[in-house]
């Protein structure tokens, strides 16, 4: 009985080794293509949806390995979340169809 014990703890052990060892990988390969986000400029517009604000926001995105770009947007946000603040900065995919989706996920 106990060997079934031991047998169990050392599998689970393994595993889980594995599964620390996958999520590292994954997070280097993220870094590794991440790009570099900085709000440069933020405001809240009057215009939007009851209960959303629309928030427009100049950013500087840098990809690793190439020059900075400056973008502005408009994103209607929910009332409740926050609005990017001047001078943040957070690493993110840098996939144009996921960077657009993931912009206020602050």
Known sequence: MI???????????VGASGVVQ??????????????????????????????????QATLRITPPGSPPVVRTIEKVIPWQAPPPRQGQVMRMNCDQAALGSQLFAW
């Open 3 to 13: 060997r079934w014990f031991i047998a169990a703890a050392l599998l689970l052990g």
């Open 22 to 55: 996958a999520r590292q990988a994954r997070h280097a390969d993220v870094d590794a293509q991440a790009c570099l986000v900085e709000v440069l400029d933020s405001e809240m517009l009057p215009v939007g949806p009851m209960f959303y604000h629309t928030v």
